[in-house]
């Protein structure tokens, strides 16, 4: 009998356990999504912030207005280059894909 309680012990033990076990991952996947619900207003934030004061940026954030201007560009390009293997160009006043042969923009009526 004193075997069977001691089992019956470490069974209950070995349970309890996995409960803490399942309960921390739960927990800590409560935190991921909170993180990343976080760093979406940190991004809006950011954003928001910039196209207020775009004019008058404090110098301790020109690195990463800078860098954000790299990234921009590097769009700029990458959407060029899939416009050119479509038979496609970008307008100029909205950014939208036009038709090679179109004279004025579909979007924005921006002429070609
Ligand atoms: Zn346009």
Redesign the pocket.
Same mark, same amino acid.
């Given at each position: 009998m004193e075997l069977f309680d001691a089992l019956a012990k470490k069974g209950q033990e070995l349970a309890d356990k996995a409960k803490d076990v399942y309960d921390v991952n739960m927990i800590n996947m409560k935190i991921h999504n909170e993180e990343k619900e976080m760093n979406r207003e940190y991004i809006a934030l950011a954003k928001k912030y910039l196209e207020k004061y775009e004019q008058e940026i404090d110098p301790d954030f020109i690195e990463y207005v800078e860098e954000i201007q790299k990234h921009k560009e590097a769009i700029e390009e990458y959407r060029l280059k899939i416009s050119v293997v479509k038979g496609t160009k970008i $307008?100029t @006043? $909205? @950014?939208?894909t036009?038709e090679e042969s179109a004279e004025y $923009?579909k979007? $924005? @009526?921006?002429k070609m």
């Open positions: $307008c @006043g $909205c @950014g939208k036009v $923009c979007t $924005c @009526g921006k």
